[in-house]
């Protein structure tokens, strides 16, 4: 009995499993297809772009451009595995100026859809059909097209149900769809796009709408209104686009948007640009809202690093960082960082009509608020200067914690403009209420002066002289041995921000100095703070974990909430906040201002 032929182990995969492979790393999604065929598009040199969805790009995705269609040949090649017309030679994946360039995307789709693509040029005749069912090609058939091409996708995974299984409901599937074409439709003024899903209109923006108007036609009036303009240039290298003012944060990241040479990008440097130019100005966690697009040598960036073309690496990182942060910077401070009242106006507006229409739950129901502090109004002349010119408007003792006086609510307010004149009020001993041209604005007496404290404080640090205070008597703090430990490890960071801190022991600290520029130091509160910010990072270092301290330092030697404070003491607030880089927002990112205009008191007061 002879043994049966050795067959190896090792084999070529048949084109038809390649593709099917690499479609796991190209084609994700719907999202994945749409924007692969919409970048095709774009590289054609399309003007106009339809896309029809049905079932979230399930069932089917259908492109229809006008842009240079296909010949026979080409129509021939498209569905085959790297064969592309933007590429020729390896040096060109140096200067990659297209969108697309793998030659994988339509052959990766092609394996696990039902696709067929209907192209003709504008100077011949007639057109070019062909279809791609699960990796097998049909015949190119002549066929009657307008110029330009139109490609479907049906079915998608319909032979590859493992993967089917693992897409989410139509309506998530949909949204990513949408989010995809919203990137592309920012990207490229000069095309209109049109997009419809299960035969609804979902998105229709004119080739004449500039950027700004795009943004107002996809996310809303409010926003645009509010962007300011980013355009700064470092040799061949620029930045256009658009931020928004902090109050725009959202605790998502979907608003940051990043543009490359027309490619839209989630970069982990572009986006850690954009945190590091909102630093100090967004609260917490919050994520900024930003278009920006950068136009750069195609040689200075590498797009080629995976298939989904996403990701990307810069030739000239650190400069390009740079340039990024302080133009960002440069175009948040621009922007109007205030609250505006008009929608706290509407809010409350909200809250009382809800109640009205609640009249059983508000007569039985107690209320869960915790009751709030008396409301106190203390009024302040602005000046002695101001008060002689207008005696019936001195301060009184007997108004002190009352309410003002019907006199002088007649008409004195409005003709204050210049801070030095203005007619100061203090609200329940935390907020400050001043008069503008066009209305008045309500100021966080202790968000002011914590950003006040800690610009003057960075400023120190940055010079290398931030000035100590020793203390007579060092203040102990009981800490438990780990936190000895931790703090001991940092001590000479800490000294450099001027906070002179050492073990007293094995569970007790002894702080032995603190800035001299802290005009109520806290030393227990500031020890706990830089404790707890420690434990939880412990990768804080440099100058980052310096910043994070003098944060710390600001807020607890500011004027807090219930604090009284005469005329001079609030003018003065005012006016060091006037010389700010921005005076419009705390350490924290909270604002410190709420702006009234004078059209949101005739709204409120139904008087237009």
């Not at 479907?152 to 897409?167: H, K, M, Q, S, T």
């Not at 073990?503 to 802290?518: I, S």
């Amino acid at each position: 009995m002879t043994n049966p032929p050795h067959r190896p182990r090792i084999a070529l995969l048949s084109e038809r499993v390649k593709n099917q492979i690499a479609a796991g790393e190209v084609v994700e999604r719907p999202a994945s297809v749409v924007k692969e065929l919409v970048e095709n598009a774009l590289d054609a040199g399309a003007r106009s772009i339809e896309v029809d969805l049905e079932e979230g790009g399930v069932r089917l995705v259908r492109v229809v451009d006008d842009g240079g269609g296909m010949d026979r040949a080409d129509v021939e090649l498209a569905f085959v595995a790297h064969a592309t017309s933007k590429l020729h030679e390896v040096e060109d994946l140096d200067h990659i100026a297209s969108l697309g360039f793998r030659g994988e995307a339509l052959a990766s789709i092609g394996a696990v859809a039902r696709c067929s693509i209907l192209s003709r040029r504008s100077e011949d005749a007639t057109g070019w059909r062909i279809e791609c069912e699960g990796g097998a090609l049909s015949v190119a058939l002549e066929a009657g097209a307008p110029g330009g091409t139109r490609i479907e996708v049906r079915d998608l995974f319909y032979n590859v149900p493992a993967r089917r299984r693992f897409l989410k409901q139509t309506a998530t599937e949909f949204g990513r769809c949408l989010d995809v074409l919203q990137r592309l439709c920012l990207a490229h003024e000069g095309v209109a796009f049109r997009v419809t899903h299960d035969g609804k209109r979902a998105l229709d923006v004119e080739a004449s709408m500039d950027l700004r108007a795009r943004v107002r036609r996809l996310f809303g009036a409010d926003l645009a209104t509010e962007l300011v303009e980013v355009r700064a240039a470092d040799g061949a290298t620029r930045l256009t686009g658009l931020v928004a003012p902090p109050r725009f944060a959202r605790g998502d990241a979907t608003r940051q948007m990043w543009f490359i040479n027309g490619r839209a990008v989630r970069d982990k440097v572009l986006l850690r640009a954009l945190k590091d130019g909102y630093h100090g100005f967004v609260f917490d966690h919050r994520q900024p809202v930003a278009f920006l697009a950068l136009s750069m040598d195609p040689a200075l960036v590498d797009v080629n690093v995976h298939p989904q073309k996403s990701d990307v690496r810069f030739r000239e990182e650190r400069r390009l960082f740079g340039f990024l942060v302080n133009s960002i910077r440069a175009a948040v401070s621009r922007t109007d960082m205030a609250t505006p009242g008009a929608r706290l106006l509407e809010i409350a507006s909200q809250r009382e009509q809800r109640e009205s229409v609640l009249p059983f739950r508000t007569a039985f129901v107690p209320s869960p608020r915790v009751p709030a502090e008396p409301f106190v109004v203390r009024e302040v002349a602005p000046s002695p200067g101001w008060a002689r010119a207008n005696p019936s408007a001195a301060e009184s003792p007997e108004n002190a914690a009352g309410a003002l006086d019907p006199a002088r609510r007649a008409g004195d307010i409005a003709p204050w403009a210049a801070l030095s004149g203005t007619p100061l009020v203090q609200v329940a001993r935390t907020y400050i209420l001043r008069a503008l041209e066009d209305g008045f604005e309500i100021v966080d007496q202790h968000a002011l002066h914590e950003r006040i404290t800690f610009e003057a404080l960075r400023g120190e640090l940055a010079r290398g002289e931030v000035e100590v205070q020793r203390l007579l008597v060092p203040e102990l703090v009981e800490v438990d041995r780990a936190q000895v430990t931790l703090i001991a490890s940092r001590a000479a960071e800490l000294a450099r921000a001027g906070v002179l801190i050492e073990p007293f022991g094995d569970t007790t600290l002894a702080v032995h100095g603190l800035p001299a520029r802290l005009q109520r130091p806290r030393p227990a509160l500031l020890v706990r703070d830089v404790v707890a910010l420690l434990e939880e990072d412990k990768s804080l270092a440099g100058e980052k974990l310096l910043e994070e301290v003098l944060h710390r330092a600001a807020c607890r030697a500011s004027v807090m909430a219930g604090d009284a404070l005469t005329a001079d003491e609030m003018r003065s607030l005012l006016e060091r906040g006037r010389h700010l880089e921005s005076d419009q927002t705390c350490v924290h990112g909270r604002p410190t201002r709420v702006r009234f205009a004078l059209a949101d008191l005739e709204r409120a007061f139904h008087r237009r």
